[in-house]
């Protein structure tokens, strides 16, 4: 993407398709270690890394076997079971699949449909909660598993390094925008009891260690009204749900993964506060007066404990994730008043930034 924001800090960048090889080609010349920020990698791509790794041309990191495992929910969701890792029962449908075979694999409504490749932030998912809605069942190879109402949605975000060592910043609970699927708060920690916050930490831990690969993951869980824990999915990435470690820890979930693909040791888990909270920034109206199509990352209070960070994204449309505020606090309530505060400054008419704004946000 010739206008994705991150052209404005690389050295040098290449326009072109994830399934241009060529392309590809030229990167891994030019590359000691390629990383990921997305796992929808065509599978000829994939190969060709592979193909690369082993001649010793470049290191990948999350592997090449692990992103093939992941990028693809039915072959995660398997992995999940054969570990013997908590996850919902599930079964797989392909195109073909109509109500009938939900109901013959003793499925009934409400159930979740997940697209197995492609989908992310909310994209690619849908609640049937009801016969009627059978009639929507996308025909699409997916992944079909109850729905779980009042439940509790939870991330924990670890990083794991060369040398086998893993750290887990604390498990963070989200809020969700229903109309646009998509999540719209963050807090951490999370509003959880100690002992879930262990047992979601330990789950975290025990999921990536049995990946065995290098990088920062995004282990996505779901406590239900019953008690009850699930791993939902995992992420081979840095992770929205990890992006108020910016403003809230020393070492930030981004730093963590370079440290950990670069083969340095990843660093410890430091907070600069008891509390943080994110809102991401779901472009509307009102916000018209933040966007500039440059990224920029500014101070909305005068402590300094409240930061936009404006992605640049050159599109602005209704519902679009165009960045975040990150606020700390003493407290997840002062935090998240913070946040609030902050999304006020950057909605208001007096708020006008230009392409000259971005800076490094003194910490």
Known sequence: DATSPATYFAERDFTAGLDDLSALQKLIECSDVITFELEAVPDQSLDLLSDAVNDGKVKVHPSVDTLRLIKDKGVQK???HDQGLPTLPFIL?????NSDDLLKKGFCVPVVQKVRRGGYDGKGVQILWNAEDLDRLWPAESVIEPALPNCTEVAVVVARDQYGEMSAFPPVTMEFDETLNAVS???SPGVLEPAQQTKCLQI???AVGALGAIGVFAVELFISAA???????????????????MDGFQHDQFEQHIRAVSGRSI????PRAPAAVMLNLLYDDNLSNAHTGAPYSVALDDDHMTFAHWYGKKEAREGRK????NAMGHSRDQALARARAGLKVLCSEAFNPSVDLYKAVKR
């Open 78 to 80: 398997t992995w999940l």
């Open 185 to 187: 708060v963050i807090v």
């Open 267 to 270: 660093g410890p888990i430091v």
């Open 204 to 206: 975290a831990l025990d």
């Open 93 to 97: 449908i392909d195109e073909q699949a």
């Open 322 to 325: 165009m960045g975040h505020i």
């Open 227 to 245: 008690g009850e824990f699930f791993i939902n999915e995992i992420s081979p990435r840095v992770h929205n749900s990890g992006h108020l470690t």
